[in-house]
């Protein structure tokens, strides 16, 4: 069973940074492609940042400059590092990996928790 647990989230003022971690289990996250992504109230759940199994990085335009999608495979755990953050940037952030067609549609059956995001002053 694959499991993710995603921390670091908190309360920032806009133009602050935050690093989220997302921890993997039962899943190999360094032979996988692997997604960051994030759900404001009321809205649907958006990708954000993706890191294919070869090491490509790809963003959203929304994000793009601002973000920075890593991986550590010896300790199975995928990063997101946000700087510059804005108002807007406010959600619950969720990781998942899986193949590329699964990352970019965010076509999963589990997902993990999730850690919130808040930017305000």
């Known amino acids: 069973q694959v499991q993710f647990v995603e921390s670091g989230g908190g309360l920032v003022q806009p133009g602050g940074s935050l690093r989220l971690s997302c921890q993997a289990s039962g899943r190999i996250i360094g032979i996988y492609a692997t997604g960051w992504y994030r759900q404001a109230p009321g809205k649907q759940r958006e990708l954000v940042a993706w890191l294919t199994s070869g090491g490509t990085t790809n963003y959203a335009d929304s994000v793009q400059g601002r973000f920075t999608i890593s991986r550590d495979n010896a300790k199975n755990t995928a990063y997101l590092q946000m700087n510059s953050l804005k108002p807007e940037d406010t959600a619950v952030y969720y990781c998942?990996?899986?193949?590329?067609?699964?990352?970019?549609?965010?076509?999963?059956?589990?997902w993990g928790q999730g850690t919130q995001v808040t930017v305000s002053s």
């Open positions: 998942n990996t899986g193949s590329y067609a699964n990352v970019v549609a965010g076509s999963f059956d589990s």
